[in-house]
Structure formats: structure tokens, C-alpha cells
């Protein structure tokens, strides 16, 4: 999910704190403050450095994954399968800590970085969720899979209704190429995403079922053994031994179509991604507006964008929709990663790179899926805003914003090792006053927390309000309250 409206009030809020200051650079600002002028254009290159860093990251991570669909498709086996999935997990690492760079106009949200002609960034095509899995390949419906949850509200791919069974799989008569993914999320509750992240999961694991393939998936979460999706290695088979659900020897072409389905949504999303990348380096026209102040009153507004990146991920958009919506409805569909059960790393990284922001800092990746970050070639060690505010002697709020995101990272890392221990977010919110779910409520309650530090810092910089930096409207979640519903 994603909020398209926010950007045109981060750039509002600049433009307001622009227009009621009129210090000039190093005099007195936000009430006490006297602000560094080079001191803050530091804090802004070095997030222009993170950014750049971290998306070239998961330009690099998605070519791998690339190369292993590309194996995947032409030799469809259990090991090639197998290898397909970890690469998408690896090509997450690096991605979830970019989503603090939404919400400001940046290049992940719209291409010429002035909200106020409307979004057109492709982080729709790159990361939208829920999926709209029926438009694209069977489903099963039953207990934790309803109608209203695969439910196709709208969309422009030329499937013919009813959606399912038809989709685009079976639809041969549809190309399967970029024209078509790019017809993604356009209905507006978006239950049509086709493209991404998410997509591509969905085709490696299928939908998050019982081993035996029913849709009773209450029981296998029961259990605490839920581990994903089991879309068979038949489901790609090149000959007759090809599968589709509960067609046993169906059509092969069902399975070449899901083949180049993977393949060119990789593709689209490597170009994304790159494009996305590129606004980021060094000379590139948007690096160059957002970093580039002649003065403090400029450099305030960038700071403002990145103060507004930081919150509304952490209260509206990760803990309010993408952890309190599924906690408090008990959905496995509205969890971010519900195909593969990777929403313990989502959570983690997502609020990893509201941290990197903060301090300045991006270790690089895990390639190996242990929890620790060992591709570190683009790691960035650099000058965050917890050293300009120790700088200007700002201490107290310092430590205040350094406790809620140790807070924030403490209960984060309790769900991150209950799913490794075998219980799964899945698992965890399926009571959502029970002890499994506690590290979640904590993590929610936190992230609110933490979003409050962070608008502290607007305030106590003279930057912006507390509403600037976390829209009111973002979420429609009580995140004070985890178990309400949202």
C-alpha cells in the first residue's frame, strides 16, 4: 500500500517553513537553534550517499535473482526452485531499507520530483501489496483466502471475467510482456497489482496453503509450522508433466506462460529499480536539487522531507498498515510477504533504514539470511542528524530519539526471532491479545513512539510541526492501540 498524497504536504510544509523564516545562514532559527549551514548539507549528502547506495544494491540483488529465474525457467527443478526463492529473499534485504525515501517526491515516487502535478513514480509497479494474485494465476479459495480478499475489483489486462478461474496464465491469447505489467495497480482499492516484488514471489511460492494443497490454512498456522506457499516445481514444467493447480497434466504452455511471466516482470523491475537508482547519483538532476542549498531556510525544507520519510514509514505506513491491519483482522493477505512468510525481514529492514537515516549510516546486506549484514562493498559510514544534533549540543533530544529506535529495534528483533524459531508473523497474529503476538504490538506501539521522537526533532529544529512530519490521514490505524482495528 502506499499513500500518494503525502508528498504534496511534505513539499507544502517546506515551502510554509520557507516562507515564515527569514534567518540567514548560521543566525538563530527554531527557537534556540542556530543551525550549521555546512553542517546540514553534510546530513543531506549523506543521505543522498544512502540512498544511491541502497538502491544500487537492489538493482544488483534483482540481476541475481534475474539469472536464477532465468535458470529456474529453463531447467525446472526442485534445487532451481529452491535457489529461485533465496534469491528474492536476498534481493529484500537491501530493498526494505530503502522505503524511508518514499513520501518526500523522491525518485521512487514520482519522475520529475514536484508533487504537485500528481505522482507518477513506479513504486506501485515496484513494491504494491496486496497483491491482486487471482488476475494472475489460479488461487484457491477457503477460510484464510476469501472472495473478498482475491477479490478483482478492476483492471486493464484483457482478461475476460470471471476472475478467477480466468487470469492471465490461462488467457493465452494475452502477451505476457512489459506493456502488460505495466497495467498495474490502476483500480483504485488496487486489488490489480501485478508487477513487483510481490508478484514474482507470489509466482515462486503460491499461495500460503496446507502442504496438501487446501485452502484450510487455519490449521496448518495452528500449528506454528506455517513456512509459505507450495507451489509445486511442476508448476513450471516444459512438457506434459506440467501442473496448474488441481490440472494434473495440464497444458504446458500454462507453465512456459508462467516461465516468461517471471522473467520479464524481473526484468521490469530491474529497469525500475534503475531508474530509481539513478535519480540517486551523483550529478543526476534530483541528487542535485536535494542536496544543492544555498541557505539554512533551504537546507530546513530537505531536512523536513527526510524528517517525513522517517515518520510516516514508521507510524502510517509499517506500523499502522503493514503490521496493525493484519494483526488486528488476523489476515495472512494483508501481511507485506504472505506468499513466501517473509514479513519478520520487512519489518526489520524497513525500520533499519528509518535508523540509517538517522544516523548516517547503511551496513550494506545479508547475502546469506543469518541476520547479519555481510555484502558491505556499498556501505555508507557518514554524517546523520544524530551527530548535528549532538553538535548543536541537543543532547537530551538525542537520547530520546536513540531510545525509542532501540526500543523499536528491541521488539523487532523478537519477532525476527520467533519467526526463526518457527512461528512466522503469520502465526503470531492470529490471536492478537495472545503472548505469540506480543513482539508485534510491542513493535507497533514503538514505531508510534518513535514517529513522535522523530516529529520532536522537526519541532525542536524549527523544521516543521508534528503533523508535517506524520500525516494525520496516513493511516487510518490507532497505533497507540495495536489490537484495535484499523
Known sequence: MHFRALTSLVLGASLATLSCS???PGETTGGDVEHDLDKLRMVLETNADIAYAAYSD????????AAAIDTLVADPTEANLTAAKQAWLVAREPYGQTEVFRFRASPIDDTNYDASDGEDGPEGDINAWPLGEALIDYVVEGTDFGADQIAVTGHQTGVPDPIPPNNIIVATDIAIDAALLANTATAEDEHDVIAGYHAIEFLLWGQDLNADGSADT???RETGADTGGHRPVTDFALDDTCTSGDTVNGSPEHCQRRGAYLKV???KLIDDLT??????AAGADYRAAFTTVDDVDAAKGKLLEILVGMGTLSEGELGGERMQIALSANSQEDEHSCFSDNTHRDIW?????VSNAYRGQYAGYDSTLDGSDDQTGNAVDGYGIDDYLSDLGMTELEGNVAAALAATEASYLAIDSNARGGTPFDVMIMDAGGDAAAAA?????NLNAQSAQIANIAVDLGVGSPDDVVDPEASACNTKDPTSEC
Open 22 to 24: 527569514g534567518d540567514g
Open 58 to 65: 537492489s538493482v544488483a540483488t534483482a540481476q541475481q535473482l
Open 218 to 220: 487455519e490449521s496448518s
Open 265 to 267: 516482470a524481473v526484468a
Open 275 to 280: 531508474v530509481v537508482r539513478d535519480g540517486w
Open 349 to 353: 529492514l524497513n525500520a533499519e533504514g
Open 441 to 445: 504490538r510491542d513493535t507497533i506501539v
